[in-house]
């Protein structure tokens, strides 16, 4: 009797191969999406932060341009207002266009976040706290970031 050379794969040693392959590739795919999704998240907190330092800022340069008493006769009501777009001047910001009690739909120019300031004023003049929200969505997902500060009247100090 003559012995037959085997050479080759069986089939079982093929679909086990293939089975191998395929969990790879499937988890390489996985960490790949993952990393791609945490880097865009990564990226839009960046800039939502620094839209809501933006406006901080903004405020800063009305407040101390305007004054404080004519600051505060501005937020003496607790506006919210939405600044989509920053004003162009204090004067335009101490107009009341900005003024609006629901900023959504109110998207940053060529954006997809919206930015609203909230002021709460006190009964007394000093000091103001306003809040910044800068929001944006990815999916089904709302994300966030806020920026809150005190203002006084500094020039009193």
Not at 72 to 89: F, Q, Y
Not at 92 to 119: K, L, Q, W
Not at 130 to 142: A, K, R, Y
């Amino acid at each position: 009797m003559l012995k037959q050379n085997q050479s080759g794969q069986t089939l079982i040693e093929a679909l086990v191969a293939a089975t191998i392959v395929a969990i790879v590739l499937t988890a390489i795919i996985s960490g790949v999406t993952l990393s791609v999704r945490n880097s865009r998240f990564s990226k839009n907190q960046s800039l939502a932060t620094r839209y809501t330092q933006e406006a901080i800022e903004s405020i800063h340069f009305y407040r101390d341009d305007a004054g404080w008493a004519t600051f505060h006769s501005k937020v003496a009501g607790n506006p919210t207002l939405c600044l989509s777009e920053l004003p162009n001047d204090t004067d335009h910001f101490m107009s009341n266009s900005y003024i609006d009690g629901d900023c959504m739909g109110n998207v940053i120019p060529f954006t997809t976040f919206e930015r609203e300031a909230v002021f709460d004023a006190g009964i007394i003049t000093d000091p103001i706290t306003v809040t910044v929200t800068v929001t944006w969505s990815e999916g089904e997902t709302t994300h966030e970031s806020t920026s809150t500060t005190v203002f006084t009247d500094w020039s009193r100090l």
